[in-house]
T-cell receptor
């Protein structure tokens, strides 16, 4: 089982609709969760971080965390063509040797259709 | 402007050559990281450093080396021992360890000819 799993997509959403991106993780002890947006050929850009169960809103973005079910999601309201990108989920994991690191999913490619 | 810079943006290497990728940050971050990204894959951790003069191997350290002589700088050397070095290399930094948010530089795209 992969440590962090995402549906690779592509996910196509009409402009103005809500895009929903999901991520599951295997380490129950994980405490920190991040969503990055990556445009083609560019580096990842941090858009949301969440540490507690529940919802966290920032503009058109809402991150949702459910530690009991081990999933974290990202909702994008009023989707715009500029939201078309690959979205990476990252989870802070403590390794077998006690080191902490971020583990990334492979990303979900989102396309907003005008 | 505060940020992370990487150079060069594009790098071409002949087989058997060592090359060094530069990463500099002026965010006063303690921790720095190197990742590798291959097409259709997630980011894989090569090396990381949480303080000056100390660094740890990540998941795919073989064929790579790093140094951390200054807080601002964390160069990565891709040695000839790395069998498949063609990839997009990303440097990141954060305040302390992996618990905090990591911010990425623009990346270096390395191609082996």
């Amino acid at each position: 089982q992969k440590e962090v799993e995402q549906n690779s997509g592509p996910l196509s959403v009409p402009e103005g609709a809500i895009a929903s991106l999901n991520c599951t993780y295997s380490d129950r002890g994980s405490q920190s969760f991040f969503w990055y947006r990556q445009y083609s050929g560019k580096s990842p850009e941090l858009i949301m971080s969440i540490y507690s169960n529940g919802d966290k809103e920032d503009g058109r973005f809402t991150a949702q965390l459910n530690k009991a079910s081990q999933y974290v999601s990202l909702l994008i309201r009023d989707s715009q063509p500029s939201d078309s990108a690959t979205y990476l989920c990252a989870v802070r994991i403590i390794s077998n040797f006690g080191n902490e690191k971020l583990t990334f999913g492979t990303g979900t490619r989102l396309t907003i259709i005008p | 402007d505060g940020g992370i810079t990487q150079s060069p943006k594009y790098l071409f290497r002949k087989e058997g050559q060592n090359v060094t990728l530069s990463c500099e940050q002026n965010l006063n971050h303690d921790a720095m990281y190197w990742y590798r990204q291959d097409p259709g894959q997630g980011l894989r951790l090569i090396y990381y450093s949480q303080i000056v003069n100390d660094f740890q191997k990540g998941d795919i350290a073989e064929g790579y080396s790093v140094s951390r002589e200054k807080k601002e700088s964390f160069p990565l050397t891709v040695t000839s021992a790395q069998k498949n070095p063609t990839a997009f290399y990303l440097c990141a930094s954060s305040i302390t360890g992996a618990a905090n948010e990591q911010f990425f530089g623009p990346g270096t795209r390395l191609t082996v000819l």
